[in-house]
């Protein structure tokens, strides 16, 4: 089972979460046969949207879509407090050759012409939503700027995924520091260290568990508690029907008059569907009724 683990370190004034995603990643890969960049990209923005859904309360929800202008197409992952994420990508079969580095070119897949939006559905009347600007496409990069110009929290989001040989996930996991209200520039600094001393996240991820990295990173005396992780997809026929209903009337009819009935495949998790036409009448009803 994946997990994070959260807390509190140098007087609380600088908060943690730490996280082992390899099952989710994994999974979105047996779901979608991503290309090794693609696993990378979407991996990424698995874990930061594990890591911000645990962020929240009280059953809420979060959707975090990324658009760069690459050929990676849209990046889009829904988690809630709970701690149960999934996601996509629309062009699961896209690839970049390799960096001077060696290292998978997600930022070049993912691009920077475009956003990082997330909207928050915290369980009241109006969801809250930001976007800020993509910076580099490298999906950590991108999390750190949005949290400061979006959410005025100043953090250091690191993001790594580990693609085998046979482009199954050996290792995926990332973290999220942030800075409390109190904190002072010694508090700075040591977020400043953090972020250069470790900059390789696969290499950490693929050496240590999530409560050992606090403990590199915070000292032995650090307190935490720990928080599951799974990819989950709440997708079924009826949620289907519903979708349905919220397009054009002539639309439904004509797929109940000429194809009676239609296949649905889901996104998130590639599950398909058969609507027939007693379902596909639910959804007119449906429709008829809003």
């Given at each position: 089972m994946d997990y994070l683990v959260r807390g509190l370190a140098r007087n609380g004034k600088v908060g943690f979460f730490i996280a082992n995603t390899k099952?989710?990643?994994n999974q979105a890969y047996e779901f979608h046969?991503?290309?090794?960049?693609?696993?990378?990209?979407?991996?990424?923005?698995?874990?930061a949207g594990a890591i911000m859904g645990r962020m929240l309360k009280n059953d809420a929800k979060i959707t975090i879509r990324i658009n760069g202008g690459g050929s990676l197409g849209t990046l889009m992952v829904d988690a809630n407090s709970n701690g149960e994420v999934r996601g996509f990508v629309s062009n699961p079969e896209a690839t970049l050759p390799l960096k001077e580095n060696g290292k998978l070119d997600v930022g070049g897949a993912v691009g920077t012409n475009g956003f990082i939006s997330v909207i928050k559905d915290l369980g009241i009347?109006?969801?809250?939503?930001?976007?800020?600007?993509?910076q580099t496409g490298e999906i950590g990069d991108d999390l750190s700027y949005y949290f400061l110009v979006s959410e005025q929290i100043p953090s250091i989001v690191g993001l790594g995924v580990l693609v085998d040989v046979d482009y199954?996930?050996?290792?995926?996991g990332g973290f999220i520091i942030q800075l409390h209200p109190g904190h002072d520039e010694d508090d700075v600094k040591y977020l400043e260290d953090l972020a250069s001393k470790y900059t390789s996240v696969t290499d950490l991820m693929d050496k240590y568990k999530p409560e050992e990295i606090a403990k590199l990173m915070f000292g032995d005396d650090v307190t935490f508690t720990k928080q599951d992780l799974k990819f989950h997809?709440?997708?079924?026929?009826?949620?289907?029907?519903?979708?349905?209903?919220?397009?054009?009337?002539?639309?439904?009819?004509?797929?109940?008059e000429e194809d009676h009935g239609c296949d649905i495949v889901c996104q998130f998790c590639s599950k398909e569907y058969h609507l027939d036409e007693s379902d596909l009448y639910k959804s007119l009803e449906l429709r008829n009724n809003k």
């Open positions: 099952e989710i990643v046969r991503t290309t090794p960049t693609a696993s990378a990209a979407l991996g990424r923005l698995l874990t009347k109006e969801n809250f939503s930001s976007q800020s600007q993509l199954s996930i050996k290792a995926s997809c709440p997708c079924s026929k009826e949620r289907f029907i519903h979708a349905l209903s919220t397009i054009a009337t002539s639309d439904i009819k004509e797929m109940i």
